[in-house]
């Protein structure tokens, strides 16, 4: 079946990266891998995305 929704035009989608370098990235290297795995299940992420996922549930704390 064929999307017949209008498209925006002049708006361009960020490009995700791949989970798998994200994770193996200096910038998340403090987390453990297999966290962030689970935290980041798709296999792509902005950058500002990733950053969103990563700091709402370690900024979450112990209960």
Known sequence: MKDNKPK???VKE???IPTA???N???YKQY???FL?????KPSYTIEDADKIVQE????GVK
């Not at 549930?57 to 979450?60: G, V």
């Open 8 to 10: 925006e035009v002049g």
């Open 25 to 27: 990235s200096k910038k």
């Open 37 to 41: 795995r689970a935290l980041l299940p």
């Open 32 to 34: 453990s891998k297999d």
């Open 14 to 16: 960020k490009p995700g």
């Open 57 to 60: 549930y370690f900024s979450k």
């Open 21 to 23: 370098t994200l994770i």
